[in-house]
């Protein structure tokens, strides 16, 4: 099965602050992953798929990169509205999908 | 609206059985795979399982199989997942969530879950 690991499991950083999220795989998955961003209480919003691709409404602010078995989520400018928890995601086959367990990021 | 919208969860002894629904409404549901995606109290998210378009075959995690079944109604526009031999570990709340395939992918639309408690 495929492992995913995000690192770090929280950070503390600023309004205005550029963050950067990491996501690894146990082995190569390609392009095949998605990030969500969960608020408390709330569900999971998707925010970007296939690695890279910025899903319909979300502010471009955000960004993905890498492929294989490295990835990371980019916020260039926090905003108060951006403080949750944010997920990867492996979507190789359908049949099965794995999630990282999430990095916390908090004021 | 595209909207999917989970019910049934409730306070279950161990043991126990439960159906959650999902009900879908706003897109052509027959045509999307859909998933079930926990989130036990605190902890991160789990995928559950998958179930393909025509709802020939269903996929799950190790932990749950031979003891959920997920099926769907394409008539009803509706998912559903039969829990049984239920365990304190399966409490939390449950989200069903339209899978994209092909060259997009991701979970792209999500109820608002429903509450499992697990528990004597």
């Known amino acids: 099965d495929i492992q995913m690991t995000q690192s770090p499991s929280s950070l503390s950083a600023s309004v205005g602050d550029r963050v950067t999220l990491t996501c690894r795989a146990s082995?190569?998955?390609?392009?095949?992953l998605a990030w969500y961003q969960q608020k408390p209480g709330k569900a999971p919003k998707l925010l970007i798929y296939?690695?890279?691709s910025l899903e319909s409404g979300v502010p471009s602010r955000f960004s993905g990169s890498g492929s294989g078995t490295e990835f990371t989520l980019t916020i260039s400018s926090l905003q108060p509205d951006d403080f949750a928890t944010y997920y990867c995601?492996?979507?190789?086959?359908?049949?099965?999908?794995?999630f990282g367990g999430g990095t916390k990021v908090e004021i | 609206e595209v909207q999917l919208v989970e019910s049934g969860g409730g306070l279950v002894q161990p043991g126990g059985s439960l159906r959650l629904s999902c009900a879908a409404s706003?897109?052509?549901?027959?045509?999307?795979?859909v998933t079930w995606v926990r989130q036990a109290p605190g902890k991160g998210l789990e995928w559950v399982a998958n179930?393909?378009?025509?709802?020939?075959?269903?996929y799950y995690v190790d932990s749950v199989k031979g003891r959920f079944t997920i099926s769907r109604d394409n008539a009803k526009n509706s998912l559903y997942l039969q829990m049984n031999s239920l365990r304190a570990e399966d409490t939390g709340v449950y989200f069903c969530?339209?899978?994209?395939?092909?060259?997009?992918?991701?979970?792209?639309?999500w109820g608002q879950g429903t509450t499992v408690t697990v528990s004597s």
């Open positions: 969530a339209r899978l994209r395939v092909g060259t997009l992918g991701g979970l792209d639309v």
């Open positions: 706003g897109f052509t549901f027959r045509t999307y795979w």
């Open positions: 179930i393909k378009q025509d709802g020939s075959e269903g």
């Open positions: 082995q190569s998955i390609g392009s095949w």
């Open positions: 296939k690695a890279s």
């Open positions: 995601q492996q979507y190789l086959t359908y049949f099965t999908l794995t």
